[in-house]
Each structure stands twice: as structure tokens, then as C-alpha cells.
């Protein structure tokens, strides 16, 4: 099984991006947190991209289908052309139904530099789909699609049978079956439920109030919603989750006021 282990990264002498992850792939997983909380970090080293500067991922399949952040759209060879390309260089046939199933609707002969925005992730995630791959990481796949080809991609997604990673901030990667939801929080992993950010959450909950100088600031830096009322936030948490998040307020500064039922 593909495993990411014991995973810390840290930019030159930055402080720590990823304190010590771990992540098993028994079944799509997607990933959730703040800008910056380093999300693409562990997508690029999942992705076998960037290396960690400890602890490592075993079971990485040979063909990675990666849709980076920033696709890079900014080339003079056609969408058709760099899918050929890539084919020919994974040593499959290319797939040019993908970019049909996805509804791209630009040139496929012309240079991708002319592409929409939307198109261009289109053909991004053309690239990362098709070929075959024995791992799909996907980081903010609905940035920039359509409404139809956003509905469309859960259901390419729920198709796969290899393990996935993807970032989502649309809420749309609830819809991906089975998926596991995780939250990057000060470098490390806490569960997530699934409907955290589209719907009501499972019952029992815990209501946690927390008192902060800048209680929108602590919610931020937890990369959770919560209410803001003067100085305290109010949150309600899945039990599991409850640990994990008081440690991050008091780490960041916070303190805690009440943990009971919701
Ligand atoms: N190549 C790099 N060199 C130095 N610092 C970096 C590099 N890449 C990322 N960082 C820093 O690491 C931290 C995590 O960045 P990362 O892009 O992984 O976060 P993210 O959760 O994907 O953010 P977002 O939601 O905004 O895309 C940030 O502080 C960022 O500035």
C-alpha cells in the first residue's frame, strides 16, 4: 500500500511545514486547510516531486498523474500535441475522450499559451488522468471549470481504482465516494468529516469556545470556520477532531473557555 511516512519539510531555515505526517492510501483521500498550511508541500512530495527532509513515501507506483497548483499552460505546443507527447513518454495510448468527457472547448491544435484558464486545467487534468497512472494527486482540480465539467469530475474521480490525493476548496471533493477527509493543521493531520464544509455535521458534536485578541485570526491560522463573537470563537467539532484543535489554539495563542455538547 502506498504510505507517506513520518513526513517533515521545511524551506532552508524557515520554520517546519510538515512536522511529522502520516498517511496511509486505503481509498481516496482529500486534503483541506489554510493558504499556506502546506498542502501543495505534501502533494509535491506525495507526487514524488520534492523531496521531504525526513521520512519518506514507500509504495509510489512508477506513473504519477500530478496536476500541479499552477499548471504550466504557458507553452507554444498544442493541448493535442502535449498529450501525445506524454503518452508516447508513459508508453500508452493518449486519451483525447478525456478532454471530450471534460467539455474543453479550445483548440487543440493551436499553442496552449492561448488557452482559457478553464481549458487549460481541462488539459492539465487530461495530462493527470489519462495514461494509465498508479497514483493520481490532484492539488485544487475544480479551480477554474465549469459548472458542468466540475459536476463531471467527481464522477471521473469515483471511476479510479488507484489511490488519489486531491485538494479541494470548493467542497465539491465531498461528492468524490469513499473518499477520507483530512485537515492540515501546524504540519501535522487531524480527520475531518466529509460534510464539513457543505452541510451539517454528524451528530454527536462538541461546541468549543475559545477566546483569542483576534479570535478571526486564530480560526485562520486553524484553517476552521467558526463564529466570531468579540473576542471568542465559536466552534462545533466532531469529537475526534477536538484534541487536536484546542492544542492548536493554545499553541497559536488562544484559550480555551468551554468544551461541551452542541
Ligand atoms: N519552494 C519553496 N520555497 C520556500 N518556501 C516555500 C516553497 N514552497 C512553499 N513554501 C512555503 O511553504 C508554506 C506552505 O506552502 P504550500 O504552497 O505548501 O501551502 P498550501 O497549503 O498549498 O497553500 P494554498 O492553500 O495557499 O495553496 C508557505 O509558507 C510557503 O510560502
Not at 32 to 45: E, Q, V, W
Not at 139 to 153: K, N, V
Not at 224 to 230: E, I, N, Q, S
Not at 231 to 243: I, K, Y
Request: charge should be positive.
Amino acid at each position: 500500500m502506498l504510505r507517506a511516512e513520518g513526513i517533515h519539510k521545511r524551506y532552508r531555515r524557515n520554520p517546519p511545514v510538515l512536522a511529522g505526517v502520516d498517511l496511509a492510501f486505503d481509498g481516496p483521500v482529500v486534503l483541506s486547510g489554510a493558504n499556506g498550511s502546506g498542502k501543495s508541500t505534501l502533494l509535491r512530495i506525495v507526487a514524488g516531486c520534492t523531496s521531504p527532509t525526513a521520512g519518506r513515501v514507500r509504495g509510489r507506483p512508477r506513473v504519477v498523474g500530478y496536476l500541479p497548483d499552477r499548471f504550466p499552460a504557458q507553452l507554444r505546443m498544442p493541448a493535442g500535441v502535449y498529450l501525445r507527447h506524454l503518452a508516447a513518454i508513459r508508453g500508452t495510448a493518449a486519451e483525447p475522450e478525456l478532454l471530450d468527457a471534460l467539455g474543453f472547448a479550445g483548440p487543440r491544435e493551436e499553442a496552449m499559451a492561448r488557452l482559457s484558464k478553464g481549458n487549460a486545467q481541462k488539459v492539465g487534468l487530461a495530462q493527470a488522468l489519462g495514461g494509465g497512472p498508479g497514483l493520481v494527486v490532484l492539488d485544487e482540480p475544480w479551480a477554474g471549470l465549469d459548472r458542468a465539467a466540475a459536476d463531471h469530475l467527481p464522477v471521473l474521480l469515483a471511476h479510479l481504482d488507484v489511490p488519489l490525493l486531491v485538494t479541494d476548496h470548493t467542497g465539491r471533493a465531498a461528492r468524490i465516494p469513499g473518499a477520507r477527509h483530512v485537515r492540515l493543521v501546524d504540519g501535522v493531520l487531524i480527520p475531518e468529516p466529509a460534510d464539513a464544509d457543505t452541510g451539517p455535521l454528524a451528530a454527536p458534536a462538541v461546541a468549543v469556545v475559545l477566546r483569542a485578541v483576534d479570535p478571526a485570526a486564530l480560526l485562520a491560522e486553524l484553517g476552521l470556520r467558526g463564529r466570531v463573537d468579540a473576542d471568542r470563537a465559536c466552534l462545533t467539532l466532531p469529537p475526534g477532531e477536538v484534541d487536536a484543535v484546542l492544542l492548536a489554539a493554545l499553541r497559536h495563542g488562544g484559550s480555551v473557555v468551554s468544551v461541551g455538547p452542541a
